[in-house]
């Protein structure tokens, strides 16, 4: 049973005698298992024999009585009916979702059942401990990737936080878990001979385009099939939503700085005018890179998946040039973009363009190191050393 700090309500009420009476919430369990609120109203004492502050005092012990409180200290009622898999599907989620857009919550919802309620579900959440969270992770981080076990370390600790914040549980076990030691990640990018090899190979206008957006601009996979032709500005391209399975949703976006304007360079400009000019729809809400819809969306112009569009025609032509095919997808072009920027721009230019709420994301994540621009960066600062070196020893002689 939760428990929730209250103060309850004090008011008189009669017509002869006045009274004191209070008003406060209780929890209880119904036969469902589920916890239910309710309200209770108790008689507290006659006007003429109690100050109100005494009939406060009065509601409040009768309020550590009812809701687990004994001398005046905190000892929360629980039993072993509320499981972590309870709280998650029962408070957790409910609480979150509202926050989320549809394809973090669809991921999340995964991770959580998949990594952590497989093993946690039927566990009474007061019996949840630091050791069997840790263990937990420990092995998902033997089996699975770092992005894996960072999600559910997270969703782990956000799960523990909340049920301790609504007193489902005295402490949180999950405070001191720690992140384990998880495989490399590899992070591939393109070479600039492969992305040449790539566009010189695609002959239609609108392939062509929705090719060059992704890798010259940056645009993540959920943002580049919800363009709109308003969406182009003649030198730049504002996302109006973002498209989730064939879906679009306009207005959700992932973070307030992923509304900027997007930069389009001026070698992109005419490929996506050539593209304009053959386009069947270039009304304002018209999508740019639609495919036809099916089923109940027979004749419509609908948004594309990603995958289907890199499976069915891009990923042919990049295995004709030799192009592993984990390399063409919208994530690796972005990132391909931030990892050459260095070379060209700052950080915070990298982070303008790429819309990154964070620059920490943009240095840490998107942003890999060029072996070839490492060394001529530390043999260009050796040399400028031993060039003051030798200044120093000629103006000694």
């Known amino acids: 049973?939760?428990?929730?700090?209250?103060?309850?309500?004090?008011?008189?009420?009669?017509?002869?005698?006045?009274?004191?009476?209070?008003?406060?919430?209780?929890?209880?369990?119904?036969?469902?298992?589920?916890?239910?609120?309710?309200?209770?109203?108790?008689?507290?004492?006659?006007?003429?024999?109690?100050?109100?502050?005494?009939?406060?005092?009065?509601?409040?012990?009768?309020?550590?009585?009812?809701?687990?409180?004994?001398?005046?200290?905190?000892?929360?009622?629980?039993?072993?009916?509320?499981?972590?898999?309870?709280?998650?599907?029962?408070?957790?989620?409910?609480?979150?979702?509202?926050?989320?857009?549809?394809?973090?919550?669809?991921?999340?919802?995964?991770?959580?059942?998949?990594?952590?309620?497989?093993?946690?579900?039927?566990?009474?959440?007061?019996?949840?401990?630091?050791?069997?969270?840790?263990?937990?992770?420990?092995?998902?981080?033997?089996?699975?990737?770092?992005?894996?076990?960072?999600?559910?370390?997270?969703?782990?600790?956000?799960?523990?936080?909340?049920?301790?914040?609504?007193?489902?549980?005295?402490?949180?076990?999950?405070?001191?878990?720690?992140?384990?030691?998880?495989?490399?990640?590899?992070?591939?990018?393109?070479?600039?001979?492969?992305?040449?090899?790539?566009?010189?190979?695609?002959?239609?206008?609108?392939?062509?385009?929705?090719?060059?957006?992704?890798?010259?601009?940056?645009?993540?996979?959920?943002?580049?099939?919800?363009?709109?032709?308003?969406?182009?500005?003649?030198?730049?391209?504002v996302p109006y939503g973002t498209v989730y399975e064939g879906q679009f949703f306009p207005g959700k976006l992932k973070t307030v700085q992923s509304r900027d304007s997007m930069p389009v360079p001026e070698q992109i400009c005419p490929i996506i005018e050539a593209w304009k000019e053959v386009c069947p729809d270039t009304s304002p809400d018209a999508l740019m890179f639609p495919t036809f819809g099916r089923k109940s969306r027979t004749g419509q112009d609908v948004p594309q998946s990603s995958k289907n569009f890199l499976r069915a025609r891009v990923a042919p032509i990049a295995t004709r040039l030799g192009i592993p095919r984990r390399l063409v997808t919208f994530q690796v072009m972005r990132r391909t973009l931030g990892t050459d920027l260095q070379q060209f721009g700052s950080m915070k230019d990298t982070q303008r363009i790429l819309r990154h709420a964070d620059i920490k994301t943009t240095g840490n994540v998107y942003v890999q190191a060029i072996p070839e621009s490492v060394m001529a960066a530390i043999n260009r600062r050796t040399a400028w050393i031993f060039e003051e070196l030798c200044k120093t020893r000629s103006t000694a002689a």
């Open 1 to 237: 049973m939760a428990m929730v700090y209250q103060k309850g309500t004090v008011f008189l009420q009669g017509t002869r005698v006045k009274k004191w009476y209070g008003k406060f919430r209780v929890y209880l369990r119904g036969q469902d298992g589920k916890e239910v609120e309710k309200t209770r109203k108790v008689v507290l004492g006659p006007k003429a024999k109690l100050r109100k502050w005494e009939a406060e005092e009065r509601l409040q012990e009768i309020i550590r009585q009812e809701n687990g409180f004994h001398s005046g200290r905190e000892a929360l009622v629980y039993d072993d009916s509320v499981t972590v898999g309870w709280f998650v599907a029962e408070r957790y989620l409910p609480m979150r979702r509202g926050r989320w857009r549809v394809a973090t919550q669809k991921n999340t919802e995964y991770g959580i059942k998949r990594y952590l309620l497989s093993t946690l579900r039927d566990l009474p959440l007061r019996k949840a401990g630091t050791f069997e969270l840790q263990i937990l992770l420990n092995r998902l981080a033997k089996g699975y990737s770092d992005a894996v076990v960072r999600h559910a370390y997270v969703n782990m600790k956000a799960i523990f936080r909340t049920a301790r914040k609504l007193k489902f549980i005295p402490e949180n076990p999950a405070e001191d878990v720690v992140m384990p030691e998880t495989k490399p990640v590899d992070r591939p990018v393109l070479k600039a001979t492969q992305i040449a090899d790539l566009i010189s190979a695609i002959e239609d206008p609108r392939d062509l385009c929705l090719l060059c957006v992704g890798v010259f601009c940056g645009t993540r996979a959920s943002e580049v099939f919800g363009l709109q032709w308003k969406s182009w500005q003649g030198d730049s391209l």
